[in-house]
C-alpha cells in the first residue's frame, strides 16, 4: 500500500472511531493514538523519505488534510459530548431555592480606625486638613524640635524606645506638627494622626498606641479659638450637653499649655456619689493642649512676629474607650474575634 492510500485509510479510521466515540476520555485516546507525536499518521510519514521528489509534496499536503479531518472530527465528537453531559446534568441536578442562604461574615473596621475616622470627621468640618509623618523619626524632630531638650525632664515621661544614634520610635504625634510646619508656610491648619510608641504597659497604657495632633497657626489665634474648637469637638463626639474644662498644665511645646477635661458622658456630671467612670468627679480627662510656644516657630523657621497658633494631642484610644465604654485598652491589640465582633 502507497503512503497516500495509507494516509487516507487511517483519516477514515480515525475519523470513524471518533464519531463512534463514547466518552471525552475514549476521544482523548483516539486523538493520541492518530495524532500524537508517536501517533498512526507521524509513524506513516516516516516513510516519506523512501517517496520520490515528485511525490512528497502531494504526501506532505495529504497528510495536511488528514490531520485536520480528524481533528474536526474528535472536535464536532467533543462538542457534541459535552453537550449531552451538560444536559444529562441539568436533567438530575436540582437547585432547591428555598435553602436559606449562608450567612456571610463580613469584616468590620477595627474600633481605633473607627474612632480616628470620627475625629477626622468632625476636624475637617473645622478647616483642618490630615498630614502624616513617618513612625520612626528622628531624635531632633521627636525632642528637640519641639523644645524638650537631651536634659530636659519630660523626656522621661515619654520613655522612648530608641532605634540607634538619633534615631526614636516617635513618642508622640507633636513630630509631625514640627515636621508640617517646616514643609508648609503659615497660615496652616492640620490634624496630624499616627501611631506612637512609649516604653508603657497596663491597662490604660501600651507600648504602641494612638494619637491625634491638631494645630492651628494664624495672624491672631487666641487661647479662646481653642477653647471654641476644643469645645466643638466635645460636644460633637460626646453629645451637644457636653461641658469642657482646661486645666493649666505643662508640655514644653505649648505656653500656656491646658490639660482639658470634658463632663463625664456617662453620669452627665451628676455621679451622684458613684460613677466609676470619672470616679465620682464629674469630669474626664481627655487630652493636652496650648499656645504654640515662640521657640516652635523659630525652630519651623516661621519668621514673622504677629503670627500665634495652638496645639492640642489627645490619645485616640483613650476616647475609644470612653465612647464605646471599653474597660482595658489592651482588649484593642489582641485580636480577639469575640470583642472586635461587637464593632461590626
Ligand atoms: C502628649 O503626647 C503631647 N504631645 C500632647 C500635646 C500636643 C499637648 C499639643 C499639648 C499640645 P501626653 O503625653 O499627655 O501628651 O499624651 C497625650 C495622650 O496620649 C494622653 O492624654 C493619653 O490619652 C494618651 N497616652 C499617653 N500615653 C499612653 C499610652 N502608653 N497608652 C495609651 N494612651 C496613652
Avoid at 487511517?10 to 486523538?31: M, N, T
Avoid at 490630615?130 to 524638650?148: D, K
Avoid at 494619637?211 to 487661647?223: F, S
Amino acid at each position: 500500500m502507497s503512503i497516500l492510500e495509507k494516509l487516507i485509510q487511517l483519516e477514515s479510521e480515525a475519523v470513524s472511531k471518533a464519531e463512534s466515540a463514547s466518552g471525552l476520555e475514549a476521544l482523548d485516546q483516539i486523538r493520541i493514538q492518530y495524532l500524537g507525536k508517536k501517533g498512526s499518521l507521524s509513524e506513516v510519514l516516516k516513510g516519506l523519505g523512501s517517496a520520490s521528489p515528485e511525490e512528497r509534496p502531494k504526501i506532505g499536503a495529504a497528510a495536511n488534510l488528514a490531520k485536520a479531518k480528524v481533528e474536526a472530527a474528535l472536535e464536532a465528537k467533543k462538542v457534541k459530548l459535552e453537550g449531552l453531559a451538560l444536559e444529562q446534568r441539568l436533567a438530575t441536578e436540582q437547585i432547591d431555592t428555598t435553602v436559606l442562604a449562608r450567612q456571610a461574615h463580613l469584616g468590620a473596621l477595627h474600633p481605633i480606625t473607627q474612632t480616628t475616622q470620627k475625629l477626622i470627621k468632625v476636624f475637617s468640618r473645622l478647616g483642618f486638613d490630615v498630614v502624616t509623618g513617618p513612625e520612626v523619626e528622628t531624635e531632633f524632630l521627636n525632642f528637640e524640635a519641639v523644645n524638650i531638650p537631651a536634659d530636659h525632664p519630660a523626656r522621661d515621661m515619654q520613655d522612648t524606645f530608641f532605634l540607634g544614634p538619633g534615631v526614636v520610635l516617635r513618642t508622640h504625634t507633636s513630630a509631625v506638627q514640627m515636621r508640617a510646619m517646616r514643609s508648609k508656610s503659615w497660615p496652616i491648619r492640620v490634624l496630624c494622626p499616627g501611631a506612637v510608641f512609649r516604653c508603657d504597659d497596663d491597662a490604660t497604657h501600651s507600648p504602641m498606641f494612638h494619637q491625634i495632633e491638631g494645630l492651628w497657626v494664624d495672624r491672631q489665634v487666641r487661647m479662646s479659638d481653642l477653647k471654641g474648637t476644643l469645645e466643638f469637638f466635645a460636644k460633637e463626639l460626646f453629645g451637644s450637653s457636653t461641658q469642657i474644662r482646661l486645666r493649666p498644665s505643662y508640655f514644653p511645646f505649648v505656653e500656656p499649655g491646658a490639660e482639658v477635661d470634658v463632663s463625664c458622658p456617662f453620669c452627665k456630671k451628676n455621679p451622684k456619689g458613684g460613677c466609676k467612670v470619672c470616679k465620682g468627679s464629674g469630669w474626664l480627662e481627655i487630652l493636652g493642649a496650648g499656645m504654640v510656644h515662640p521657640k516652635l516657630f523659630q525652630m519651623a523657621g516661621y519668621e514673622a512676629t504677629e503670627i500665634s497658633g495652638f496645639a492640642f494631642g489627645l490619645g485616640i484610644e483613650r476616647i475609644a474607650m470612653l465612647m464605646y465604654g471599653i474597660p482595658d485598652l489592651r482588649l484593642m491589640f489582641r485580636g480577639d474575634m469575640r470583642f472586635l465582633k461587637q464593632f461590626a
